[in-house]
Structure formats: structure tokens, C-alpha cells
């Protein structure tokens, strides 16, 4: 079975940094991108970037460059997203998902990481 | 970035209504559009991809149809289980960009 189990809840300050990861089981993890979705309380769904496991190359959505990492240890089946200087507005629910290369389509979806900052 | 302008917000519905939401592309996507539903407090899930392909598990209610810059996503029976919010999303080129949802609501 397809599973991608995220790490739990963070509450930060601004200005601080944080790693929250995603593990993938049930599939050859380096056969498929995982992608990172952002959603702001109350609103839509967000693409941040995606990335390649299997030789961590990775594409951002430019709203979003230069303010996150997106990253990945095919060694332990995970791949993060980091923050260096979280800001208040950083404050979602984050999703990681496979991303299909045939369709390109997030077909498998962890269960989500809500982030709160707040001084 | 291409956007995406999903029809209607919101709508309500009864059980057993036919229910027709659409999506338009800022340019032509071919068919990468896919199709997600999400339920208050639960991560999104792929309904349809490629615009007309069922995902595995997804009940045969639900279907799709499009290509270039107009799709719809159709359920043919309502069901209980269906009350939630849908989002199309285009994958042709980054940003991949999600339409803003539509809430299909009980009426």
C-alpha cells in the first residue's frame, strides 16, 4: 500500500527555522517526484515545488523560491521541506504527494503538517 | 502562470442531483488537467487525471471530459459522501496552478 506519512504539528516564532518531512512506503520511492502543496487557512491549494528523489534535482514555483528548500534522503525514503526564516504568512497546512511522471498528475497524498508561526 | 477559473464558487445541491463543475485554462493545457476533492480537515484526493481518466477507487459517478482550455467534471448522482470541495489543477507547465475550488454544498 502507497503510504506518505508526514511529521506532526510545529508552532514557531518568526524568524525561526524548521524541517518538516514526508516518508514514502508501499512504492520505489525514487521512481516517482514528491511534490510540497501549501494551504493558507481557509483557501485553495498551492504547488511549491517539486523534486526528483532519485537525483534530488528540484523546481520551485517562483512565488515561493528563495524562501524554501525542498529536499530529499532516498537512503530513508523521506524528503523535507525547510524554512530558514519563517515569517507569520508561512502559517498553512502543508501537503506532500507523489507526483506522476506519465500524467503529472499528485496521485497519493500524505495526511498534512500544519505549521503555525506566531510571535 | 496559467491560470485557472473554476465554475461555479459554490453550489448547492440534493442527493441524487446531477452536478456539473467546470474549469477554463488562461491557455491551452492539452489535457493535463486533473481533478481533486478535499473534505474539511482531510488532505486532498485525485479524482480524475488527464482530464478523463478515472482514478483507481474513485466511484464511475464521477467523470470528466475537455481539452485545450475548457473541461468539466460531472457527478451523475449526488451522494452524501460527495458534500466537499473540488479543485482542478493544471500540470502542461510550472507553476502548476489549482483552480480557486468549488464547494458543492447540501442543499
Known amino acids: 500500500e502507497v503510504q506518505l506519512v508526514q511529521s506532526g504539528a510545529e508552532v514557531k516564532k518568526p524568524g525561526e527555522s524548521l524541517s518538516i518531512s514526508c516518508k514514502g512506503s508501499?512504492?520505489?520511492?525514487?521512481?516517482?517526484?514528491i511534490v510540497w502543496v501549501r494551504q493558507m487557512p481557509g483557501k485553495g491549494l498551492e504547488w511549491l515545488g517539486t523534486?526528483?528523489?532519485?537525483?534530488?534535482?528540484?523546481y520551485y514555483s517562483p512565488s515561493f523560491r528563495g524562501h524554501i528548500t525542498i529536499s530529499a534522503d532516498k537512503s530513508i525514503t523521506t524528503a523535507y521541506l525547510q524554512w530558514s526564516n519563517l515569517k507569520a504568512s508561512d502559517t498553512a497546512m502543508y501537503y506532500c504527494?507523489?507526483?506522476?511522471?506519465?500524467?503529472?498528475?499528485?496521485?497519493?497524498w500524505g495526511q498534512g503538517t500544519l505549521v503555525t508561526v506566531s510571535s | 502562470d496559467i491560470q485557472m477559473t473554476q465554475s461555479p464558487s459554490s453550489l448547492s445541491a440534493s442527493v441524487g442531483d446531477r452536478v456539473t463543475i467546470t474549469c477554463r485554462a488562461g491557455q491551452s493545457i492539452n489535457n493535463f488537467l486533473h481533478w481533486y476533492q478535499q473534505k474539511p480537515g482531510k488532505a486532498p484526493r485525485l479524482l480524475l487525471y488527464s482530464a478523463s481518466s478515472l482514478q483507481t477507487g474513485v466511484p464511475s459517478r464521477f467523470s470528466g471530459s475537455g481539452s485545450g482550455t475548457f473541461f468539466s467534471l460531472s457527478i451523475s448522482s449526488l451522494q452524501p459522501e460527495d458534500f466537499a470541495t473540488y479543485y482542478c489543477q493544471q500540470t502542461y507547465s510550472t507553476p502548476h496552478t489549482f483552480g480557486q475550488g468549488t464547494n458543492v454544498e447540501i442543499k
Open positions: 523534486i526528483d528523489p532519485s537525483d534530488s534535482y528540484t
Open positions: 504527494a507523489r507526483h506522476q511522471y506519465s500524467s503529472s498528475h499528485f496521485d497519493y
Open positions: 508501499g512504492y520505489k520511492f525514487t521512481g516517482y517526484w
